[in-house]
T-cell receptor, first 113, second 112 residues
């Protein structure tokens, strides 16, 4: 079956602009995670969604970052007023249930000029 | 503080040589430990998790709670094992969300 998909695969933007990154989890997976992979920080957890529960936003680095998950499926990560330090690969993962094997998407490579 | 440490950024071995990728962790409680692998131009994928106690592609890892380590081992490296390897931790317990804390990663290079 189809795996986790993310779009766009690459995004180049100018400092100060807003960007939206999309994640389509595997159908039926109730849990969804966002991570960021950057040169300086490695792989970092950003946010977690599980069903209709309140998301765990503890990993979001600043209030410029937000995410939502509509209808328990597709998720969008929004970065407002992008900064150069936001340049990274943003990864999405989904699982059938929390704490089970996470299946990762291919990532969105974001470059902020 | 929860932390995963992979001391080697790069590990280079010859084909057929034994491999050990080191991972140490810091966590107050009973964590779950994982190894994830990312081959060139492929997405990140699970290699193995400590609760499964299985061998995948010839790799094994034993959780040593006394030394807080979860080293990844393979007796005879193959060229196709060349990849980036990440050790990761997830908190145990019923309230755990499953979010992963990753180490910095180790690039394994297997030379012919």
């Amino acid at each position: 079956g189809a795996g986790v998909s993310q779009s766009p695969s690459n995004k180049v933007t100018e400092k100060g602009k807003d960007v939206e990154l999309r994640c389509d989890p595997i159908s039926g997976h109730t849990a969804l995670y966002w991570y960021r992979q950057s040169l300086g920080q490695g792989l970092e957890f950003l946010i977690y969604f599980q069903g209709n529960s309140a998301p765990d936003k503890s990993g979001l680095p600043s209030d410029r970052f937000s995410a939502e998950r509509t209808g328990g499926s597709v998720s969008t990560l929004t970065i407002q007023r992008t900064q150069q330090e936001d340049s990274a690969v943003y990864l999405c993962a989904s699982t059938l249930r929390s704490r089970e094997t996470q299946y990762f998407g291919p990532g969105t490579r974001l470059l902020v000029l | 503080a929860q932390r995963v440490t992979q001391p080697e950024k790069l590990l280079s071995v010859f084909k057929g040589a034994p491999v050990e990728l080191k991972c140490n962790y810091s966590y107050s409680g009973s964590p779950e430990l994982f190894w994830y692998v990312q081959y060139s131009r492929q997405r990140l994928q699970l290699l193995l998790r400590h609760i499964s106690r299985e061998s995948i592609k010839g790799f094994t890892a034993d959780l040593n709670k006394g030394e807080t380590s979860f080293h990844l081992k393979k007796p005879f490296a193959q060229e196709e094992d060349s990849a980036m390897y990440y050790c990761a931790l997830s908190g145990g317990g019923s309230g755990n969300t499953g979010k992963l804390i990753f180490g910095q990663g180790t690039t394994l290079q297997v030379k012919p």
